[in-house]
T-cell receptor
């Protein structure tokens, strides 16, 4: 398994500001992912954070709005830029581990409220 | 690309009763299937997973799930529900893209 720590766990943000969420894993992992869970909804993949290269974004998500860094195999950040109330969500970091890299574990999430 | 359907948005069961949460997937090959639980105010916890082999998989907290290829299903079961099982349950599938989640089933437990 993997232990994933996210910071901040919760925050209230002003409209128009940006916030960076940190994700730290207790072991080296190849694949890290960022998900968004809007209130009362399921999880939607934002992007795959690639170590040493640009993140791979899913349809509907762009780098200017959600820049991602992946400086090493245990750490990643997601920035939510120029926030609006529609960005109020839980943002979850996840990693894939195991021989086939197919078991996915999640952090506790970062609960953002934009006012 | 793969997809997941959880037909039941909300289920209510009595404490001590049995539980079955439904999950149907769409994927051309053998998928990797997962069930996660999200308690109120918490992140996601992995309950169990299926990759290959025995189609009945055991998970944590007394849960099990059965993979049925003919029905494209991966239903989650528990013989006796506890009040602490009240939560949101997500089925997910991984194939040629990262995890895709169902919309979730909210479980309420009554005395």
């Amino acid at each position: 398994s993997a232990v994933i720590s996210q910071k901040p766990s919760r925050d209230i943000c002003q409209r128009g500001t940006s916030l960076t969420i940190q994700c730290q894993v207790d072991s080296q992992v190849t694949m890290m992912f960022w998900y968004r869970q809007q209130p009362g909804q399921s999880l939607t993949l934002i992007a795959t954070a690639n170590q040493g290269s640009e993140a791979t974004y899913e349809s509907g998500f762009v780098i200017d709005k959600f820049p991602i860094s992946r400086p090493n195999l245990t750490f990643s950040t997601l920035t939510v830029s120029n926030m609006s109330p529609e960005d109020s969500s839980i943002y979850l970091c996840s990693v894939s581990v195991g021989a086939s890299g197919n078991t996915i574990y999640f952090g506790e999430g970062s609960w953002l409220t934009v006012v | 690309a793969q997809s997941v359907t959880q037909p039941d948005i909300h289920i209510t069961v009595s404490e001590g009763a049995s539980l079955e949460l439904r999950c149907n997937y769409s994927y051309g090959a053998t998928p990797y299937l997962f069930w996660y639980v999200q308690s109120p105010g918490q992140g996601l916890q992995l309950l169990l997973k299926y990759f290959s082999g025995d189609t009945l998989v055991q998970g944590i907290k007394g849960f099990e799930a059965e993979f049925k290829r003919s029905q494209s299903s991966f239903n989650l079961r528990k013989p006796s529900v506890h009040w602490s099982d009240a939560a949101e349950y997500f089925c997910a599938v991984a194939g040629n893209t990262p995890l895709v989640f169902g919309k979730g089933t909210r479980l309420s437990v009554i005395a």
